[in-house]
T-cell receptor, first 112, second 111 residues
């Protein structure tokens, strides 16, 4: 079945460094992937969407890449700040219908 | 202000007592969906709706019902709640399956 996998271990990064999170998909070819941020006890907030024909997308300190050969999307936060600490989720439609599937998320901790 | 609202935010109930969680959006979105979120399992889609009177099952529809009689509202119904439905529930909406707007969540406990 179609699946999205994200690293379940928390990622600890020093403030000011670049954080890189991974989203891997299996058994399908997504038309696009999207990234969300979720703070504890709150609903996810949309950040970026990247389509299959786009290699890279940027928004301020955020950058997303899409590698259809590796079946992977990378999410980068440059010049990371403690306020960037949150769980980051990856999602996409598996195709064929209007369902959405989600990764379990990666918790990012930015240390001052 | 563009928003998705859910009510109630917190609910403690007993096994078998029917309940409804309401969801409403003011962005004229056609696509709405319900999720449950459990530790370690991430967001799992329960049901989604592409438009009024059009609904379909997500990954975990068992034990839930939905209806979409109006574009703005998408209630989630638990006819006979059980303890394994204890979870954090989110409603979301969007123009389609991209750029979802989420509600604040409903924390449900079934004893």
């Amino acid at each position: 079945s179609q699946k999205i996998e994200q690293n379940s271990e928390a990622l600890n990064i020093q403030e000011g460094k670049t954080a890189t999170l991974t989203c891997n998909y299996t058994n399908y070819s997504p038309a696009y992937l999207q990234w969300y941020r979720q703070d504890p006890g709150r609903g996810p907030v949309f950040l970026l969407l990247i389509r299959e024909n786009e290699k890279e997308k940027r928004k301020e300190r955020l950058k997303v890449t899409f590698d259809t050969t590796l079946k992977q999307s990378l999410f980068h936060i440059t010049a990371s700040q403690p306020a960037d600490s949150a769980t980051y989720l990856c999602a996409s439609p598996p195709g064929g219908n209007y369902q959405l599937i989600w990764g379990a998320g990666t918790k990012l901790i930015i240390k001052p | 202000e563009a928003q998705v609202t859910q009510n109630p935010r917190y609910l403690i109930t007993v096994t078998g007592k029917k309940l409804t969680v309401t969801c409403s959006q003011n962005m004229n979105h056609e696509y709405m969906s319900w999720y449950r979120q459990d530790p370690g399992l991430g967001l799992r889609q329960i049901y989604y709706s592409m438009n009024v009177e059009v609904t379909d099952k997500g990954d975990v529809p068992e034990g839930y019902k939905v209806s979409r009689k109006e574009k703005r509202n998408f209630p989630l119904i638990l006819e006979s709640p059980s303890p394994n439905q204890t979870s954090l529930y989110f409603c979301a909406s969007g123009l389609a399956t991209y750029e979802q707007y989420f509600g604040p969540g409903t924390r449900l406990t079934v004893t």
